[in-house]
C-alpha cells in the first residue's frame, strides 16, 4: 500500500452536531454487545452531561463515518 492509498482520517472535537452519526456507532456497539455494557443510547444531553468537555473526539474519514471516543 502507498501512502496514496491511504485514507485520511481527522481527529476533531466531537460537536453536539455530530452526534447522529455517534450515536449510531454507539448503537451499533450495544446490538454487538462489543463497545459497552449500556442497553440504550442516551440523548446528546445525558451523554453530554456524562462526559468530560475537554475530552470528547471524532474520527472523519472521507466518505465514512470512522469511530469517536469520550472520557467520563
Given amino acids: 500500500m502507498t501512502t496514496d492509498d491511504a485514507a485520511t482520517v481527522d ?3 466531537l ?3 455530530d452526534w447522529g452519526s ?3 456507532i454507539y448503537r451499533e456497539g ?3 454487545r462489543n463497545a459497552t455494557f449500556e ?5 446528546w444531553e445525558a451523554w453530554s452531561a ?3 468537555a ?3 473526539i471524532v474520527a472523519r474519514a472521507p466518505g465514512a463515518r ?5 472520557v467520563r
Fill in 11 to 13: 481527529l476533531e472535537p
Fill in 15 to 17: 460537536q453536539p452536531a
Fill in 22 to 24: 455517534v450515536a449510531a
Fill in 30 to 32: 450495544i446490538e454487538t
Fill in 39 to 43: 442497553t440504550d443510547v442516551p440523548s
Fill in 50 to 52: 456524562a462526559h468530560l
Fill in 54 to 56: 475537554s475530552c470528547r
Fill in 66 to 70: 470512522a469511530s469517536w471516543a469520550g
